[in-house]
């Protein structure tokens, strides 16, 4: 007879019941079917016609129920990510956590001179060095955004410099379909062409509609871009809970999945099966400063909440940690980066973007990703517990020692030390008199220290040389066809 004893422990936690699931799904649908969402771009709207959508004045599409309960079903559970050398390197389903960088930061504290400066490719490449270290960190973004890269290739230069400092999988955004179309080429370059890609694929899309309930025509374009290669896309909406959307809690997280619920529509109908990463972001706006608050409790609470969503729906879901509205590496940014690293790891959240992050999501530094790395290395080893076997539990060298003895030079404290207890990279574990002796450094003082070694030290792997060609050729090609479509300023 079965007992129902577990070996393995682990820390759980959710925020809504079943039933409230549920309510906030019917509610959605609401919006859905009664309200609906605007679609800037034609050849989605008459897809979406012939899928059985309502049409309304302005490119409003309303969507049935059944339709949008049809493409959750459709969208698949599992989305397997690979590195560019083609190994294994994220399995986002279920509960099953990675955590990487974000995009688009304008700012950067200088790591050697403590500048706070526009950020630069350089920014890129580093942190793009840094995560290829880092052993606790599973995808590269762009984390900074190139202020003197071109407008309509920057995107583009930000993806080139990502593939050659780090192999890790790239979580990437882009201006547009033609800029997506150049990126996803590059890629299939590495990989051996696009049915390679498709099977193998290294690369996420990071792209979002407009709140409220709008889908812009260059959003639309990606989605179905993806949807027709094959290319994991993760559309998620970015609410500001009292500006873009509702200002309380219930009624953001409505709005929010409501628009998330349609993203998943548009791409499933443009091709059923096709690997999407849905969930959304609904934060408050501060009502005294204006800005939008990644460090407080509420925006956390809606995180929480779209984590249950989607694991109910099981599709897997993005999320944000390793944040802070601190403008600079300090008690702040210590605190609000770790509960919020801490929090989406219960959460289960998939794929956790944005570590790093600080200034409300403006400013960053590589010594931000290294504390963050730091951060999620013990957040690691707290979520994955331990087990209560007959060998873990010591019985045997616990009676061999017996009363008044030791277990430090125990064959069983030698067998299992290293696989029980996490060890820290930067963390102080000195007893005060040998911390003295080396110089009483704070955690900020080796921090630095050890950001810098790594980007002094540290080589990434190469693309290969034929590889670089490649890439070279549809770099040079890209920017020509651009030339033409945009202007330059």
Known sequence: MNSGFRSQVVPSYRLLTEEQIKEI???????????????????AIEMLRAAGCRLKPGNV????????????????????????????????????????????????????????????????????????????????????????????????????????????????????????????????????????????PFLI????????????????????????????????????????????????????????LSGIVIHQVRGRGSPIISGFFAAPMDMLSSVFVYGGPEFRLTHSAYADIYHYYGIPCWGTAGVTDSH??????????????????????NLIHDIGYMGAGLIGSPASIVMSNEIIGWVKRMIRGFEITPELMGLDVIRSVGPGGDFLAEEHTLKHYRGELWRPKISNRDDPDTWLQKGGKTFGQRLIEDTLAILDGHTPEPLPAEVATKVAAIMAKTEAALKEMYFIA
Request: with cysteine.
């Open 25 to 43: 799904h019917l509610a959605s649908l609401d919006i859905l079917e009664t309200v609906g969402v605007r679609v800037n771009h034609d050849e």
């Open 328 to 349: 600079g590496i300090d008690q702040q940014a210590g605190f609000e980066s770790a509960l919020t690293i801490l929090m989406a790891a219960l959460d289960g959240t």
């Open 61 to 200: 599409v309303q969507m049935p129920g059944w339709l949008v309960e049809q493409c959750i079903r459709s969208a698949p559970s599992r989305i397997t990510v690979f590195n560019r050398r083609g190994e294994e390197a994220m399995r986002l389903e279920g509960r099953k956590i990675h955590f990487g960088l974000g995009t688009d930061l304008i700012k950067t504290h200088d790591v050697r001179t403590g500048e706070l400066r526009p950020s630069t490719l350089d920014d890129v490449r580093n942190a793009a060095r840094v995560v290829d270290y880092c052993s606790d960190i599973d995808f590269v973004a762009s984390f900074a955004l190139p202020n003197e890269a071109q407008t309509n290739m920057m995107y583009v230069e930000c993806f080139r410099a990502e593939l050659e400092n780090t192999v890790k999988p790239i979580f990437f955004t882009a201006a547009g379909q033609e800029d997506l179309a150049a990126m996803i080429e590059i890629a299939a370059a590495v990989t051996g062409g696009e049915q390679a890609l498709r099977e193998k």
């Open 205 to 260: 899309n990071y792209s979002e509609p407009t709140p409220p309930l709008v889908h812009s025509y260059g959003a639309v374009s990606k989605v179905l871009l993806c949807a027709d290669k094959g290319i994991p896309i993760c559309y998620t909406p970015a609410d500001v809970m009292g500006a873009s959307a509702p200002v309380t809690v219930a009624g953001g997280i409505v709005q929010a999945n409501a628009e998330a």
